[in-house]
Nanobody
Framework: QVQLAESGGGLVQSGGSVRLSCAASGFTLDRYTVGWFRQVPGKEREEREGVSCLSVSDGRLYYGDSVKGRITMSRDNAKNTVYLQMTNLKPEDTGVYYC??????????????????????WGQGTQVTVSS
């Protein structure tokens, strides 16, 4: 069964760090574009913000402007897992973080992979709350 499972969220103090994991099962993760998104209260699924993504179309890592310089996305092929390391967290980083994969290959039609519409499989999300 194809599945993505995020973990690692929780309550973090402002200025702190967190590492999120996204474990894939039922498929090989490194064959597909993978992205991290976050959704804040009051926003719809289509309004999820692209945080980071690794594109198989061009082999590049992309980071959202609001998090650039504070996050690192990585992949462990042996564990079939991608990670999102976030540092210097701010209250505005609070949200539910999702990982997603692009099985249909739509990422090649866009300038970058930080777009919700690229992805067709999503995990259940993990909550990150940053206290001030």
């Amino acid at each position: 069964q194809v599945q993505l499972a995020e973990s690692g969220g929780g309550l973090v103090q402002s200025g702190g760090s967190v590492r999120l994991s996204c474990a894939a099962s039922g498929f090989t993760l490194d064959r597909y574009t993978v992205g991290w998104f976050r959704q804040v209260p009051g926003k719809e699924r289509e309004e999820r913000e692209g945080v980071s993504c690794l594109s198989v179309s061009d082999g590049r890592l992309y980071y959202g402007d609001s998090v650039k310089g504070r996050i690192t996305m990585s992949r462990d092929n042996a564990k079939n897992t991608v990670y999102l390391q976030m540092t210097n967290l701010k209250p505005e980083d609070t949200g539910v973080y999702y990982c997603a994969t692009d099985f249909s290959g739509d990422s090649e039609y866009y300038a970058d992979c930080l777009r919700v519409r690229v992805y067709d499989r999503w995990g259940q999300g993990t909550q990150v709350t940053v206290s001030s």
